[in-house]
T-cell receptor, first 114, second 114 residues
């Protein structure tokens, strides 16, 4: 069964600090990996997407990395801001039986405090 | 601006009642999806549609149905609400196959079955 596991489950950091969120997956055959940000009471919004051949992708202060060999991804947030407080969800897609299947991780809840 | 809207945002219903959650998108996307989000679980796919008159079951489809009579709307019906269906429901739409292109999510409907 395809699985996407994220760590830590929750994290509290001081404003201005950096942090790194982890995502391990067992999805196969791999198609792409996406990181979403979900603010409280809102739907998820895509931050980055990476395919098999991409090692890193940046979106402002967010940088995602992918190691397809070890099936690991990380999301690094630089110089955190209060508005970064949200859940971050790792989503992995695979091609199974000729169509794409998407598996969501349970998310890391990040709280940035002043 | 194009958007995807869900209604109602909050709903309380009694066990055994039929409930319909609305989802309307103005992206003109062919693909629409319904997910539920529960504590300790990633978003799980309930039903999806790749176009008008097309509907497909997701991994947790029991007790739910959808119909697609036009491009803009994909209402989700709970035939006979059960307490296990208390959850936050998200509708999403995308231009391409699930995972291949960015999915845009609604703000969610919090459903409580008492």
């Amino acid at each position: 069964k395809n699985q996407v596991e994220q760590s830590p489950q929750s994290l509290i950091i001081l404003e201005g600090k950096n942090c790194t969120l982890q995502c391990n997956y067992t999805v196969s055959p791999f198609s792409n990996l996406r990181w979403y940000k979900q603010d409280t009471g809102r739907g998820p919004v895509s931050l980055t997407i990476m395919t098999f051949s991409e090692n890193t992708k940046s979106n402002g202060r967010y940088t995602a990395t992918l190691d397809a060999d070890t099936k690991q991804s990380s999301l690094h947030i630089t110089a955190s801001q209060l508005s970064d407080s949200a859940s971050y969800i790792c989503v992995v897609s695979d091609y199974s039986g000729g169509y794409q299947k998407v598996t969501f991780g349970t998310g890391t809840k990040l709280q940035v405090i002043p | 601006d194009a958007e995807i809207t869900q209604s109602p945002r909050h709903k309380i219903t009694e066990t055994g009642r039929q409930v319909t959650l609305a989802c309307h998108q103005t992206w003109n996307h062919n693909n629409m999806f319904w997910y539920r989000q529960d504590l300790g679980h990633g978003l799980r796919l309930i039903h999806y549609s790749y176009g008008v008159q097309d509907t497909n079951k997701g991994e947790v489809s029991d007790g739910y149905s959808v119909s697609r009579s036009n491009t803009e709307d994909l209402p989700l019906t709970l035939e006979s609400a059960a307490s296990s269906q208390t959850s936050v429901y998200f509708c999403a739409s995308s231009d391409g196959a699930a995972g291949d292109t960015e999915a845009f999510f609604g703000q969610g409907t919090r459903l409580t079955v008492v």
